[in-house]
């Protein structure tokens, strides 16, 4: 490759390392528009793809419930995972929750919400009759 060529793909890998740098997880988990699966990495390098459930704030943090699309070993294909949005990182990373205390209480919430939107669909749909 000559020189020109050379810096160009140097210019570009330096674009691309500045956006990585300036992306954080927040940003996808909070946007409300977004259907795209997530992709997250485990402790091995392997890329693992995620369907995003719910996001739940309890106690002043911000917890993600993730589906996984690929086979986790020890996940059966009906669970999803409880996941806390490590802010204290930069950027955010995303943790699998340990404390199963807190992964209920973060599972009882979300089928709380569920729960109490099913309430409002029935409302509204009686009140449209």
């Given at each position: 490759m000559d020189k020109k060529k050379m810096e160009k793909v140097e210019q570009?890998?330096?674009?691309?390392e500045q956006e990585l740098?300036?992306?954080?997880?927040?940003?996808v988990?909070?946007?409300?528009?977004?259907t795209d699966e997530l992709v997250l990495?485990?402790?091995?390098?392997?890329?693992?793809?995620?369907?995003?459930v719910a996001v739940?704030?309890?106690n002043e943090?911000?917890?993600?419930?993730l589906k996984p699309i690929d086979k986790i070993e020890g996940v059966e294909d009906d669970q999803a995972?409880?996941?806390?949005?490590?802010?204290?990182?930069?950027?955010?990373?995303?943790?699998?929750e340990q404390d199963e205390k807190i992964a209920i209480k973060i599972f009882d919430e979300y089928y709380n919400l569920v729960e109490e939107a099913n309430k409002n669909a029935k409302k509204n749909k009686k009140g449209k009759k």
């Open positions: 570009i890998l330096n674009q691309v740098s300036n992306f954080d997880i927040l940003d988990i909070l946007d409300e528009n977004n990495q485990n402790e091995q390098g392997k890329q693992i793809r995620f369907e995003q739940i704030p309890y943090k911000i917890y993600v419930i995972i409880v996941f806390l949005a490590d802010e204290t990182k930069r950027p955010t990373v995303l943790v699998p």
